[in-house]
């Protein structure tokens, strides 16, 4: 089993629609959890971090965190053309990031 | 954040030949770290650059193919040995200020080997 897991995509939306984007992890140590964007030929950008249960939200940006469940996911809201990345998820136990795949959005207008 | 340099930003490298990348931090970090990122793939990590001690690798990396230097608090190398074109891949330099805490990244060197 994959450490941080991720559906590959693509995940196609139209404009302004929401986009969920979700992630597993199979260690249940894991402390700390990341979302970040990569276009295409550019390294990883930062959206969120969350440590807590329940929903965190930055802008048009909220991340879930379930750790019950082992789940992480990021919803982006009032989708756009801009956000067309590949989403990665990655999960921090100690000082290590693990990550995911990624999930390649495409939002089209 | 930290903002994180690297270069050089793309090399052609030529095969059994050594590449040394470097990675700036214009503030002290506690964490560094470098990744490879091969075609169409997600990050994997190579090793943790420790100040003024030996780096930590990952498995499937070693010291002798991927030798790694952190002499101070923002500064790093990562050093591509005997290089194959199985090396052709993105390496990035990652940083942070602390094990909790966000990591940002390079823009990272996209190395070809023929």
């Known amino acids: 089993q994959k450490e941080v897991e991720q559906n590959s995509g693509p995940l196609s939306v139209p404009e302004g629609a929401i986009a969920s984007l979700n992630c597993t992890y199979s260690d249940r140590g894991s402390q700390s959890f990341f979302w970040y964007r990569q276009y295409s030929g550019k390294s990883p950008e930062l959206i969120m971090f969350?440590?807590?249960?329940g929903d965190k939200e930055d802008g048009r940006f909220t991340a879930q965190l379930n750790k019950a469940s082992q789940y992480v996911s990021l919803l982006i809201r009032d989708s756009q053309p801009s956000d067309s990345a590949t989403y990665l998820c990655?999960?921090?136990?100690?000082?290590?990031?693990?990550f995911g795949t990624g999930t390649r959005l495409q939002v089209f207008p | 954040s930290a903002v994180i340099s690297q270069k050089p930003s793309r090399d052609i490298c030529q095969r059994g030949t050594s590449l040394t990348i470097q990675c700036q931090v214009d503030?002290?970090?506690?964490?560094m770290f470098w990744y490879r990122q091969q075609p169409g793939q997600s990050l994997t990590l190579i090793a943790t650059?420790?100040?003024?001690?030996?780096?930590?690798?990952e498995s499937g990396f070693v010291i002798d193919k991927f030798p790694i230097s952190r002499p101070n608090l923002t500064f790093s190398t990562l050093t591509v040995s005997n290089m194959s074109p199985e090396d052709s891949s993105i390496y990035l330099c990652s940083a942070g200020t602390s094990p909790d805490n966000e990591q940002f990244f390079g823009p990272g060197t996209r190395l070809t080997v023929l």
């Open positions: 503030s002290q970090v506690t964490m």
């Open positions: 990655a999960v921090k136990n100690t000082d290590k990031l693990i």
């Open positions: 969350i440590y807590s249960n």
């Open positions: 650059a420790n100040q003024g001690s030996e780096a930590t690798y």
